[in-house]
């Protein structure tokens, strides 16, 4: 599976995480495209997802501030450390 690709911006990720191994913690900030932020809410380690809150609207517009959604960790790519 090659890394997806948006624009300039690379999704990096670990294709070796195995469960219990995701590298974030709720709190951290996280972003889909590279022009997002999203803050972690809450992350399901059984499943290697979590539930994010935009607080940044990309330039694509793809989710607006406040917005809320849960999606594989691997579409996203670590921003900076957030509050818990």
């Known amino acids: 599976m090659n890394e997806p690709i948006i624009g300039d911006f690379r999704l990096e990720y670990n294709k070796e995480w195995g ?10 900030i996280v972003s889909r495209v590279g022009s997002d932020e999203q803050r972690i809410t809450k992350i399901d380690y059984s499943g290697m997802s979590i539930s994010v809150v935009c607080i940044k609207r990309p330039h694509d517009g793809f989710c607006e501030v406040g917005d809320e959604e849960d999606n594989v960790i691997r579409r996203y790519s ?7």
Do not use: H, S, W
Not at 19 to 28: A, H, S, T
Not at 78 to 84: A, E, I, M, N, T
């Open 78 to 84: 670590f921003v900076r450390k957030g509050l818990p």
């Open 19 to 28: 469960l219990g191994d995701i590298p974030y913690e709720v709190g951290d």
